[in-house]
Every structure is written in C-alpha cells, then in structure tokens.
C-alpha cells in the first residue's frame, strides 16, 4: 500500500513538471496571433525573415509575419503581414527588410507614405526593398580593393 501512495506522489511529481515545460513552450512560441488586418508583400530576397518575424513601425512592434510563399510566376517571395488594426497605412507605404545590428534577427520595417487612401485587409504593399546580403557587401569591398590595387600595378 506505502508503495502505491510514493508511485502516486511521483507520478503528480511528474505530471505537474510536464504541464510547467508545456505551459512554457506553449507562451514562448511565436502562436500569437495579432487583432489586426493582413497585408502582403513581394520581395526579391527575404534572407531571415520567417514566419513570426516582427512588423515595425518606427521601430515599434506591430504585427508580425504569419505566412511566407513563393509566388510561382514571378518567383518572388510573398509574405503576409497581420498588423494591428489601430495602424492604418496610406496605400503608398513601403515595406522594407532590416536587421537588429550587424547579426541580429530580420524584421519587416513599414514606412508610412503621403497617400489620402489606406490600405485594406487583404491589400498588397507595392513598394519593397529586399534584404541585403551581408556577405553580398563584404565580397564587394574586397573585390573593388583588389581591382584598384590590379590598376594601380598596371601603371
């Protein structure tokens, strides 16, 4: 009988540590959804942007990524933004791809446009600009050192 009441402490034991680790996870997911609308966008590269990824606004929070697909006749990637509802952009914003420093996470940056018109649940952002390369930009600065010091030796 002991036997039984120490397995049944342990097993609640067990159960209760279970729940804690699930309960974790489950707040520390990017599930959350946004009250808001969605709004998508075609870029050419979105190098570390991924579903979850933040929407800002002057550098605030406002929304994030809950979709990322390649749009088969254009092959550019498409993703959709649900942003908050209290944000109402002019139809000419634009959204680009930026980094928090120099290795840090990718995030979508809206910058408001001067249009009367706003933009709709389910409307397309038109204005883009990719993400850039790190590796894209080192590669270009060693290479135009090298072509100048190739030109300088030529003369």
Same mark, same amino acid.
């Given at each position: 009988?002991?036997?039984? @009441?120490?397995? /049944?402490?342990?097993?609640?034991? @067990?159960?209760?540590?279970?729940? !804690?680790?699930? /309960?974790? *996870?489950?707040?520390?997911?990017?599930l959350?959804?946004?009250?808001g609308?969605?709004?998508?966008?075609? !870029?050419? =590269?979105?190098?570390?942007?991924?579903?979850?990824?933040?929407? =800002?606004?002057?550098?605030?929070?406002? #929304?994030?990524?809950?979709? @990322? +697909?390649i749009?088969?006749? /254009?092959?550019q %990637?498409?993703?959709?933004?649900?942003?908050? =509802?209290?944000?109402?952009?002019? &139809?000419?914003?634009?959204?680009?791809?930026?980094?928090?420093?120099?290795? #840090?996470? +990718?995030?979508?940056?809206?910058?408001?446009?001067?249009?009367d018109?706003?933009?709709?649940?389910?409307?397309?952002?038109?204005? /883009?600009? %990719? *993400?850039?390369?790190?590796? %894209?930009?080192?590669?270009?600065?060693?290479?135009? &050192?090298?072509?100048k &010091?190739?030109?300088?030796? +030529? &003369?």
């Amino acid at each position: 009988m002991r036997h039984n @009441v120490i397995e /049944t402490i342990m097993g609640f034991f @067990v159960l209760s540590i279970a729940g !804690f680790f699930l /309960t974790f *996870a489950y707040l520390s997911s990017q599930l959350d959804t946004t009250d808001g609308y969605s709004l998508s966008a075609k !870029f050419a =590269r979105i190098d570390g942007v991924q579903v979850g990824s933040d929407v =800002r606004l002057s550098g605030v929070a406002v #929304g994030k990524v809950s979709d @990322v +697909k390649i749009d088969p006749e /254009t092959y550019q %990637a498409v993703l959709k933004m649900d942003v908050q =509802r209290s944000i109402q952009l002019p &139809k000419d914003s634009s959204a680009e791809i930026l980094s928090s420093g120099l290795l #840090g996470s +990718k995030y979508i940056a809206l910058v408001p446009g001067g249009d009367d018109a706003f933009l709709k649940a389910g409307d397309e952002i038109s204005f /883009t600009q %990719a *993400a850039v390369s790190l590796e %894209a930009m080192i590669g270009q600065v060693i290479f135009s &050192k090298k072509d100048k &010091k190739d030109e300088e030796n +030529k &003369k």
